[in-house]
């Protein structure tokens, strides 16, 4: 390509760049492919196999926290005694020697010190087990289970849970600096999705499908997946890169094909990074990502 060809180009990703991509959700309505794009999210954030936080929140079944055995089976992340009272509803969480063998999030697993070399340091909010923590499970009516919140500086917090009708409740903690634990009861049947902000920055969402006793536990979220589909195209741009939380990259040509189109899967209930970059053009976005739904950014 010539110099002048070149600088032609520049110029049209210049300004045409500077239109304002458009960003539209939608919810996911053909979610057979769930188990590919999941194995796509496990090489992502690490390859230690491990069942699912769905298949988590369905085994077991104890009246004591979690249940032992590192093969899954059993743990059941929720008591129905209530914790032991100790004056304060936030408590002071010492991680060193209780770190868990294994995290569920986005539908896969990974161990603890992959995790936390990875997103260390990030608020995050986990329902925590005998010896793994996860980002969903199910539990009956009247069960209490162990939240776990991390935040590195701690203060105040404000704390949100949304029941399955809409309701949202809001309330103020004061979280210690790193690890705090609080208790979550589960009062009525349905899904309630909770997460904080601290510091002005919000946690990560987790999911809790609250059952009748006398029902049994629902399907969980297998209707809805437990990531989110995003689309990047453009009808100017070809052979740009996207590069997602500084920690995975696709091009134009990942699928074999250079028609400006680039897609992939995020974990869901999360924010994330996506920067779309060419050569002089770069643009950059974070936002929440729902999980079972689709996105598409047009440029």
Known sequence: MSLKSRLISLLIILFVGMASAEWTEEPMTDIAGEGEAEGLMAGYYGSDAGSSPETMGLLGGSDSFGAPGPSGAGEAYYSLEAPPSSGAEVQQYSISGHEPSTVFYGGQSTSYSTYSSMFGGVNSLWIMGAWSWSQYATCPLGAYLQLLAYSSGGGSTTF????????????????????????????????????????????????????????????????????????????????????????????????????????FTVPGNQYHSVKITSPGYMRSYYRFFRSGYAYTLAM
């Open 160 to 263: 949100y849970e949304i029941y399955e009708s809409g309701r949202v409740e809001v309330d103020s903690y004061g979280f210690w600096p790193g690890y705090s634990s609080i208790s979550f009861y589960a009062n009525e049947p349905g899904r309630h999705i909770l997460l904080f902000i601290a510091n002005n920055q919000p946690s990560n969402a987790i999911i809790v499908d609250v059952y009748r006793a006398a029902d049994g536990p629902g399907p969980g979220p297998s209707p809805s997946p437990s990531y989110a589909r995003v689309t990047v195209r453009s009808s100017w741009l070809s052979g740009y890169t996207v590069t997602v939380d500084d920690a995975i990259t696709y091009n134009d040509v990942s699928d074999g094909r250079l028609d400006g189109i680039v897609s």
